[in-house]
């Protein structure tokens, strides 16, 4: 077990000593060819964004060869990617993805949230994929440059933002399984509104069930993957067949709670001891290492206020907190929604109320609070990364 007693995480899911690792052969920021569109899109409004569904007028990428290495980065219009019908992202899967996104704040300035840890984390799913190392901190530097370009694409609201999607994909054109000649790692922007479109929290309702198991010890369920989410979708649509709203994902015999759909988890209440808690699964290989749940993490020691565990949680250790009303809250967390509360799980048949929302839900809402504040400028942290002043 992990704690503020003897440590909490500070890394991304990745080695320490990959965070000052300097990629020699890596493409440069400073070699970026900046292409513009002669055909600039209408923004959309604000207060009517689909997730996903509305992108920006640039996009950067970045090709890579065997042979070659990489290439200068690009900034160029938007538009198709060409691929051989036998490349091997769509074949095998060899392939991965970031999130993360630019906030304009209260003061005019553009931030991003804790971006380093998404390239650490980008950097450790690339490794795993068999897919090219580059420099964090040069790709960083160019994916400000593509947000500071699509700057009036970010939204002027504090409950919107700009989601950045960077991509990694296998690019090797034949059948064979095996590590790829060529790669391409390119990012596309999309401004998104508030997750909640009432503007507040809306609870969900969760299925536990056995049946599904989104990731193994041994596996990719802690690296940022497409393939540890494409399965998880029939799952999805069983769980709203059941008259729920997201998964509850189970591991083992004993069903440990691992994650939220596709949110990381956590609870509060009063543990076994009798000490007030907040606890998430550890990052043992099942768990993505979320950024939001480090921050969360991160912030809990801070305050020092109650003791705050990374652990192996079951059914059978939660039910017995409800049974004896020591549960006070259960939520999600991930970049999407920051912190989703949990109203209701279903398992086994039986629908198991939780108390989250009875209780205010004060925790919940104050670690939204203290993030949101963070990423719109309300409050100065070394966690805001500033695109523009």
């Not at 503020?4 to 899911?13: I, L, Q």
């Not at 052969?25 to 070699?31: H, L, Q, V």
């Amino acid at each position: 077990m992990k704690s503020c007693k003897n440590e909490c995480t500070n890394e991304a899911g990745c080695e320490k000593n990959d965070r000052n690792n300097v990629i020699v052969n890596s493409f440069k920021a400073a070699d970026l060819i900046v292409n513009l569109t002669t055909s600039l899109k209408e923004k959309p409004d604000a207060n009517n964004l689909v997730f996903g569904t509305v992108f920006t007028d640039h996009m950067l990428t970045v090709e890579w060869s065997a042979e070659k290495g990489w290439e200068k980065p690009q900034i160029k219009p938007f538009q198709n990617l060409s691929l051989h019908p036998a490349v091997s992202a769509l074949h095998y899967a060899v392939q991965l993805f970031e999130g993360l996104k630019a906030y304009r704040g209260v003061d005019g300035k553009i931030r991003l949230f804790r971006p380093r840890l998404n390239m650490d984390r980008m950097l450790c799913s690339a490794k795993r994929a068999t897919l090219p190392v580059f420099d964090k901190e040069e790709f960083l530097l160019c994916i400000h440059k593509l947000v500071e370009l699509e700057k009036e694409w970010v939204p002027y609201s504090t409950a919107a933002s700009l989601y950045i999607r960077p991509t990694f994909i296998g690019m090797e054109p034949s059948l064979g399984v095996k590590k790829p000649s060529r790669a391409l790692l390119y990012v596309i922007l999309s401004p998104v509104g508030p997750y909640f479109s009432s503007g507040s929290f809306s609870p969900v309702s969760l299925w536990a069930n056995p049946k599904f198991v989104r990731a193994w010890r041994g596996g990719t369920g802690d690296f940022k993957m497409g393939a540890n989410y494409g399965p998880s979708i029939m799952a999805q649509y069983e769980a709203i067949d059941a008259g729920c709203q997201q998964v509850l994902w189970l591991q083992g015999d004993d069903h440990q709670i691992t994650e939220v759909g596709t949110m990381n988890l956590f609870l509060y209440w009063m543990n076994e001891n009798g000490e007030e808690e907040l606890a998430t699964p550890p990052l043992d290989g099942l768990i993505l290492p979320g950024i939001t749940r480090q921050s969360i993490v991160d912030l809990a020691c801070k305050w020092g206020e109650f003791k705050v565990s990374e652990r192996h949680l079951t059914m059978s250790d939660l039910l017995a907190g409800l049974k004896e009303k020591r549960v006070k809250e259960i939520f999600g967390s991930g970049t999407a929604c920051i912190v989703c509360p949990v109203s209701k799980i279903l398992y086994m048949n039986e629908n198991f109320p939780i108390p989250t929302m009875e209780n205010g839900p004060k925790l919940t809402s104050r670690i939204l609070k203290q993030l949101t504040d963070i990423q719109y400028g309300r409050e100065k942290s070394d966690w805001a990364y500033l695109v523009t002043s």
